[in-house]
């Protein structure tokens, strides 16, 4: 997370790019760049969702505490 | 002729065999009672009537108002520490059961609570929220659920229909997701506790390192409750120490308990008071679809926008070279002229390069030409100069003059009458002609042969 922006981050920095490119004006160069940033932050977007996936568990109460065992928490 | 009856014969081998024994048959009540919802966890109200602690710490009373009553145990894990006189007006939470080795039909009581106590008990919720509102609990600010949840552990009734609807609902939104079930009692003795290490073990789990020992992403938000039930049922959300657990999560926690209508305490100090379960799902749970098709959506757009740009740029570019040469101002046309001067020079350079080249050549064809010009007048004249030594040395020349010339009749040149012998053949040449004649006499030479 410190490297790569947060999903609503680079969401909201994407959907600015795309306007600013809609609105026009800005010179070739960048446009350009503009143009990489936003397809950078489109995979950024795309990769958090994959993260979102993954197994569902469901633990009993003495399962879920022998998991964390140890951690100081519980 | 009265008398006690008799038994005036056995019965036959197939009433033997078809006959239950009593044991299986009060189990089979028991567990018949015990699976019809409207006998368990009822709420009773009546007097105490008989109220005796045994020594195990189990609790034997009876319940009763004008029109019944019903024997009723607590078991001592259940028991409350303080006994109950006879006659007070108690309400309890119980579920009607059988004891097996009398077969009596009794009810285990869970809570017991003196009338007034309920109020007791409400009272001590409202000094709980007060004590919680002065603490600033209710009014810290709510932390926000994260966009879409990347790792969700859920704090709710093992096995219960709650449960399902969680697991459903939030499948049907976002295939995949990646959820953490924590089952616990939510109701009844223990619920309390249960409630606290089920969130504890949540929290535990949204510590990055504990999360990795899985292989999982920390987790990012929890979701606590349980489904509709009674106000009693729902009691232990308003508990201090489960309130106070909600309090400590790491992570936002949505409170997720009941129906609409009820309000616990864990709702007031969660992140998010969601209605029911489901309606938390439906809070934290955006549809991944959704986002999919916003994701694509802007890749299309920002495709085509960019595109439209670097599009612009080239039509802007002959557009201004149109321009120049139709409406030229002074920066544009020192431009254009430098341009032209460019080209101008460029291709007078060229131009000029080209000449060069054919001027070597031009010159070197001509130069070339005078040469063999030159050299063919030098011989020319050479060969006149030649022609007149020849022509004055022709022997022929000498004929023209009357001389002639002597050849053997094998061709040889004779120049002395020592080559010659009477009798042999001679060709005489002369200018115009040869003829034929024979030696009749040699005279002179040395030769005398």
């Known amino acids: 997370m410190d490297e790569a922006p947060g999903y609503t981050d680079a969401l909201q920095r994407l959907e600015a790019i795309v306007a600013e490119l809609e609105r026009g004006g800005a ?32 633990l009993r109460l003495d399962e879920a505490e022998a998991e964390v065992e140890g951690s100081g928490d519980a | 002729m009265y008398g006690r009856p008799r038994i005036h014969h056995v019965p036959s081998e197939d009433l033997l065999a078809g006959a239950l024994p009593v044991g299986r048959f009060v189990h089979g009540l028991r567990r018949m009672l015990q699976e019809e919802p409207t006998l368990q966890r009822q709420v009773l109200r009546g007097e105490v009537g008989r109220w005796t602690r045994a020594r195990s710490g189990h609790v034997y009373l009876t319940l009763r108002d004008d029109d019944g009553s019903m024997d009723a145990v607590m078991w001592s894990s259940r028991a409350p520490p303080q006994d109950f006189e006879e006659g007070a007006e108690v309400i309890v939470l119980g579920s009607v059961d059988v004891y097996p080795p009398r077969g009596q039909l ?16 409400e009272a001590q919720r409202r000094r709980l929220i007060e004590a919680l509102r002065n603490e600033g609990a209710l009014d810290r600010a709510r932390r926000p659920l994260p966009f879409f949840p990347k790792h969700v552990a859920v704090v709710i009734g093992a096995g219960s229909a ?9 499948e049907d939104r976002w295939p995949g997701l990646r959820r953490t079930v924590i089952g616990v009692l939510v109701q009844g003795e223990g619920a309390e506790g249960e409630l606290v290490r089920g969130l504890e073990a949540a929290a535990a789990m949204a510590d990055p390192s504990v999360a990795a020992r899985r292989g999982n992403p920390p987790v990012d938000v929890i979701i606590v409750g349980r489904g509709g039930g009674s106000t009693e049922d729902l009691w232990a959300f308003n508990l201090e120490a489960v309130a106070r ?4 999560m790491p992570v936002p926690v949505i409170s997720a308990v009941g129906h609409e209508v009820d309000v616990v305490v864990t709702d007031l100090v969660a992140d998010v008071r969601a209605s029911t379960p489901s ?22 757009r920002l495709s085509t926008a960019s595109m439209r740009r670097t599009h612009e740029a080239r039509q802007g570019l002959l557009l201004l070279r149109h321009r120049l040469a139709a409406a030229p101002t002074t920066g544009f046309t020192a431009a254009t002229r430098r341009l032209d001067a460019l080209t101008g020079r460029m291709s007078r350079a060229t131009e000029a390069r080209l000449r060069q080249q054919q001027d070597v050549v031009n010159n070197a064809g001509q130069g070339l030409k005078r040469n063999v010009d030159q050299r063919l007048t030098a011989d020319r004249a050479r060969l006149a100069e030649m022609d007149a030594v020849l022509r004055s040395t022709d ?21 002395s009458v020592t080559q010659l012998r009477a009798g ?23 030769h005398d042969g």
């Open chain 1, 27 to 58: 010179d070739l160069e960048t446009t350009v760049k503009m143009f990489e940033e936003g397809t950078a932050l489109l995979r950024v977007c795309q990769s958090h969702l994959e993260d979102a996936e993954g197994r569902v568990r469901r």
């Open chain 2, 106 to 121: 009794q009810l285990s009581v869970e809570r017991i609570f003196a009338v007034d106590r309920l109020g007791d008990l």
């Open chain 2, 162 to 170: 709650a449960e399902a609807d969680v697991l459903r609902l939030s």
């Open chain 2, 245 to 248: 657990a909600v309090l400590r």
């Open chain 2, 279 to 300: 309606d938390a799902v439906e809070r934290l749970v955006p549809v991944r679809a959704d986002l999919v098709q916003h994701h694509d959506e802007l890749e299309a």
């Open chain 2, 395 to 415: 022997p022929r020349k000498v004929m023209e003059r009357g001389y002639g010339m002597l050849h053997a009749d094998d061709g040889r040149l004779i120049t």
């Open chain 2, 424 to 446: 042999d053949a001679l060709m005489v040449r002369l200018g115009d002609g040869q003829a034929t004649t024979t030696v009749d006499r040699v005279e002179g030479g040395e």
